[in-house]
């Protein structure tokens, strides 16, 4: 089978998805509501496809079992304790629940844990570099997440403060408790993966797109048709750092090409 024929269903999957979002900041209460809703379990299918087609069952598997049970379970943990997260709990607007915790929360961080690994794999080969970077990429979304869904109402923390300048709402040590889960799921993810989610392969592109099309998007959603700012500038800075030299380092090849192309030429 060859690669478009493998990656098809997750390209179908991302242009339903980018539809979704971007109908997303012209819709309001319950509408927007559900479209938050399917734009989750439209990010999940892709990713987890794309991890089935690209990686095989192992890897499948592995994202499963790591970044949607173990995402519920860190949830489920943070409602009942206030560990890592700080103190906070769901409204009713994102679906049905089990133990407080919506059951679309654990998809959401799927959806996002697998182009940030994918993204990492094409950076660097060195295991704990790549941890890193995919964990960074990972809780930096959070910066655009978090905003974004405290002002819609959809959850609230009970003390939010200290918060980062202009992201009322938020506590910091929400963004910390991000972080150290993402490099846990991330270290997780590659014991569990091994091998298979260990090599980039020739079908990433879109998960890659939808890498790139997450931060572009979600900058000028949040400076132009959100109202919020800050958020934009903090995520465009901080996962800027994971999204952008991924950007360079699939550029820089087209660009060496194309210098030794014009000094070739007579």
């Not at 994202?63 to 943070?78: H, R, S, W």
């Not at 660097?124 to 970077?133: E, Q």
């Not at 797109?209 to 979600?218: H, I, K, Q, V």
């Amino acid at each position: 089978m060859s690669a478009f024929n493998r990656i098809r269903w997750p390209w179908a999957l991302l242009v339903v998805l980018v539809l979704a979002q971007i109908c997303y900041p012209l819709t309001g209460g319950g509408t927007r509501a559900g479209l938050t809703v399917a734009t989750v379990l439209l990010g999940y299918a892709m990713s987890v496809t794309h991890a089935l087609v690209t990686r095989g069952p192992r890897a499948g598997a592995a994202l499963v079992g790591t970044a949607t049970v173990g995402g519920f379970a860190v949830e489920a943990i943070g409602v009942a304790t206030g560990f890592p997260f700080g103190t906070y709990d769901y409204s009713g607007e994102l679906g049905p629940k089990l133990l407080d915790v919506p059951l679309i929360i654990p998809l959401a961080w799927t959806w996002m844990a697998w182009p940030a690994w994918v993204a990492a794999t094409h950076l660097t080969k060195r295991p704990a570099v790549r941890i890193a970077l995919a964990g960074l990429g990972l809780a930096a979304w959070d910066l655009f997440l978090d905003p974004q869904m405290v002002a819609e109402g959809y959850w609230r923390w009970h003390s939010p403060t200290p918060a980062l300048p202009g992201v009322p709402g938020i506590p910091v040590g929400n963004y910390l408790g991000w972080l150290g889960f993402a490099l846990l799921l991330m270290a997780a993810l590659a014991y569990a993966g091994g091998r298979a989610v260990e090599i980039p392969t020739e079908g990433d592109a879109p998960i890659i797109t939808l890498w790139f099309w997450t931060y572009a998007s979600s900058v000028l959603a949040h400076a132009v048709f959100l109202g919020l700012p800050a958020s934009a500038a903090w995520g465009a800075v901080v996962m800027g750092a994971a999204v952008l030299p991924l950007a360079a380092h699939l550029i820089r090849p087209h660009l060496i090409g194309r210098r030794r192309r014009i000094r070739a030429q007579p």
